[in-house]
């Protein structure tokens, strides 16, 4: 039985001028920039995207890839959960991004193809918003417990609180909207490097809220939805254990998260996470140093096939 929290396809782009972003260093703390050449950097990251999809294919999660030709400078195009998500329903959203570079990401020939290939009621383009330096960045800015209908915001310039508001309206979510901080007082810049959910656990990062009325309700929460939480450090989140999916594969729930996020878990919390759903670990150091890891890699499908 498939999960609603978990979808059993994902779209993934397939980068060939893959870089860590100067546009976005400013705000992104988990970036680190490369010494390597542009050259050498794509490729390995092309190499660890393919082996991601083929670990990926092999647990029997569909993938949808698109290459991108790296012709319109599009550094972070590996991270597509940015810029669409797709809704029980047949709803597809398309999002405003903060800097120019990642505007350049969308393409039409992603939304045609689920036209295509699945039931798609309407999609509703939120992108004209950029006019008025308005960002909302889909499930990067926005981590969504689509059971329960709460669409989880740390406050940042990657998520305008009047844009949040007008999508939790159009897609029957309700907003909880906090304020999130690194070790270093840091603000975070995405909600999903502090936080994911799955269908019987939630990974997250409950000091990194600053309120301590807010990280309560947050838990509580997650807890009213008769969910485990999986509380991680300030070092766990550093090693990207709270940016992992939760997929369905051919023998059941898995949790796609990156090789070394897998590594930074305690046996104890590795275990909640079995109970449930199968640790799927990709290797991707190389687009680690872009400052987003697996679950950003990640668009998924929570579309009916035609």
């Given amino acids: 039985m498939l999960s609603l929290q978990a979808p059993p396809a994902v779209v993934m782009i397939r980068p060939h001028a893959f870089t860590s972003n100067p546009e976005t260093h400013g705000d992104n703390a988990f970036q680190t920039l490369s010494n390597r050449s542009i ?37 972070d195009s590996v991270f597509p959960n940015n810029w669409f998500s797709t809704h029980h329903g047949g709803h597809v959203a398309i999002y405003p991004m903060f800097v120019p570079s990642r505007r350049r990401e969308r393409r039409m020939d992603v939304i045609e193809l689920l036209k295509q290939e699945y039931r798609v009621q309407d999609v509703i383009d939120y992108s004209g918003l950029e006019q008025d330096d308005l960002a909302l960045e889909g499930t990067g800015a926005m981590v969504l417990d689509h059971v329960g209908r709460i669409a989880y915001t740390v406050k940042s310039n990657r998520a305008d609180p009047v844009l949040l508001e007008r999508f939790c309206t159009h897609f029957n979510y309700e907003p909880i909207a906090f304020e999130a901080r690194d070790v270093d007082g840091r603000d975070v810049y995405h909600t999903n490097v502090l936080m994911g959910i799955g269908t019987h656990y939630a990974l997250i990062c409950l000091d990194m809220i600053a309120d301590t009325e ?79 890891s697996v679950r950003c890699m990640i668009a998924g499908i929570h579309l009916s096939r035609r």
């Fill in 39 to 75: 050259e050498a950097t794509s490729m390995a990251a092309r190499d660890e995207h393919d082996r991601a999809v083929e670990q990926l294919r092999s647990a029997g999660v569909t993938v949808h890839v698109f290459d991108d030709e790296g012709q319109d400078n599009t550094p």
């Fill in 214 to 292: 807010r990280r309560q309700t947050v838990r509580n929460r997650l807890e009213e939805s008769g969910r485990t939480v999986i509380d991680l450090s300030h070092e766990q989140i550093a090693e990207f254990a709270g940016n992992a999916i939760e997929l369905s594969g051919r023998d059941g729930l898995v949790l796609a998260l990156s090789s070394r996020a897998l590594a930074a878990l305690r046996p104890e919390q590795t275990q909640t996470i079995e109970a449930s759903a199968t640790p799927l670990p990709l290797s991707v150091p190389t687009i680690e140093t872009a400052g987003g």
